[in-house]
């Protein structure tokens, strides 16, 4: 296997963006397994570890990276700074992080004489800020195994385990109108004793790592709109001091810290038109008449007079729709580890209800005795035959036992599953 690593070149089309693109991801390491590339049967499979430096993705950019194999462009991966919105690979600002892409395609001539390379496009919100120059980070295809048969191996399909995960806490404070006070009775709902339970648990377990708390004010859409930004700011300000008295409760002594992200985020007109969508009790036109002054009146003090001509229909946003959005939201960002090694094992044998699918697959990879391999391999298909990997990899381990016809029935089955290469591959 062999490193490469990456550049961001910021669009020569538009110069503007100079400044800032090149900011925005750098410092990739791409390793490669293996290198050069191998075929097997018809097809190539690749695995890339990608390594992210710390500030290696600025936290509001996202990028779509592309492999490309000759003319064959692979399935892209996006990866995302932690506050970029959308459903990418996310990577913490600090200390970054480290991604597995693996794909697998059928084999073309010229990928023969090529080698495997990355391009790709960066964005910060909804605007394209740069490209990825193409690089390569692999040399080309050794097609020996295709003209071999008695080398070729089969393939087994790999899990997507990731051992550390991610993960988010929620809770929320609500206050009375035009007010940033914390109403003593809040402390005592729900979310809020779940918060400080949670706290008290990380505290103490080794694989729960808070790793801060973003809390976002808000303010309904009714009032004077400087008045309520300097309202929001300031819940935000009074959820902050309400948390860290959860977290002194706790006894979570990070949460106490220099953890805690604010902002007040203003008038809350998404909340707004969500809690109305879902209303039940207004009718229809009444939403659409609403919903057409937030849209087509800019003006914040024309609005609001707009709304309050509507008489019946404000009083009753006034008393049902506002008072959800006058409110703290607190996100608590913590990452999660899962089973070790070990307990996997463990688990495997007596409670293997309580492992997901990737875990599973994970351990059986973990065993280098055949009929423990295929025990686990075994235990995912059954708990999941819908996945292609699962057959394959029963059937995988049964040609190594050499039970060829019942490894090619299972190959068949994962390709029934899913049409896939690797399970075509191993046929």
Do not use: W
Not at 176 to 188: F, N, R, T, W
Not at 190 to 196: A, F, R, S, V, Y
């Amino acid at each position: 296997m062999k490193k490469q690593s990456i550049k961001v070149i910021a669009l020569l089309a538009v110069a503007s963006m100079t400044a800032t693109s090149c900011d925005l991801l750098k410092d990739l390491d791409y390793t490669v397994t293996p290198d050069p590339l191998e075929m097997h049967g018809d097809s190539v499979a690749v695995k890339v570890d990608i390594t992210f430096p710390e500030k290696g993705i600025k936290k509001k950019a996202y990028a779509d990276i592309t492999p490309m194999l000759g003319n064959t462009a692979l399935k892209s991966i996006r990866v995302q700074g932690e506050k970029a919105t959308g459903n990418g690979e996310v990577i913490q600002y600090k200390p970054g992080g480290k991604i597995t892409y693996t794909d697998v395609v059928a084999y073309a001539p010229d990928m023969e004489a090529t080698d495997l390379m990355v391009t790709g496009k960066v964005f910060k919100g909804s605007k394209e800020k740069a490209t990825i120059e193409p690089i390569k980070i692999a040399d080309a295809t050794i097609i020996t195994p295709y003209l071999v048969n008695k080398d070729f191996k089969v393939i087994i399909a790999n899990d997507q385990f990731k051992r550390v995960t991610p993960e988010t806490m929620l809770a929320q404070i609500n206050f009375d109108k035009g007010k940033s006070i914390v109403k003593p009775g809040e402390m005592k709902d729900q979310d809020i004793k779940d918060l400080e339970a949670f706290l008290a648990n990380a505290q103490t377990n080794p694989k729960i790592d808070v790793k801060g708390l973003n809390l976002t004010g808000f303010a309904s859409p009714e009032g004077e709109e400087d008045k309520n930004n300097t309202l929001s700011t300031d819940r935000s300000n009074t959820g902050k001091e309400a948390s860290m008295k959860v977290a002194k409760a706790a006894k979570h002594e990070g949460a106490q810290g220099d953890i805690y992200s604010l902002k007040g985020s203003g008038e809350d007109f998404e909340g707004f038109k969500r809690e109305l969508q879902a209303d039940k009790e207004m009718n229809e036109d009444d939403k659409n008449l609403v919903l057409r002054v937030l849209e087509t009146i800019k003006d914040p003090a024309e609005r609001e007079k707009a709304m309050r001509d509507m008489g019946k229909t404000f009083t009753y946003l006034d008393k049902t729709i506002f008072p959800k959005l006058r409110r703290t939201e607190i996100v608590v960002n913590y990452d999660k580890t899962g089973f070790s090694d070990e307990e996997m094992k463990m688990y495997s044998v007596s409670k293997p209800d309580t492992m997901n699918l990737e875990e599973l697959l994970f351990c059986a990879a973990l065993y280098t005795d055949l009929n423990e391999k295929l025990r686990v391999y075994k235990i995912a298909e059954e708990r999941y035959p819908d996945d292609y990997r699962t057959s394959n990899n029963v059937g995988a381990v049964l040609y190594m036992m050499n039970k060829v016809s019942e490894a090619k029935a299972k190959f068949e089955k994962s390709n029934a599953a899913k049409d896939n290469p690797i399970a075509k591959n191993n046929l």
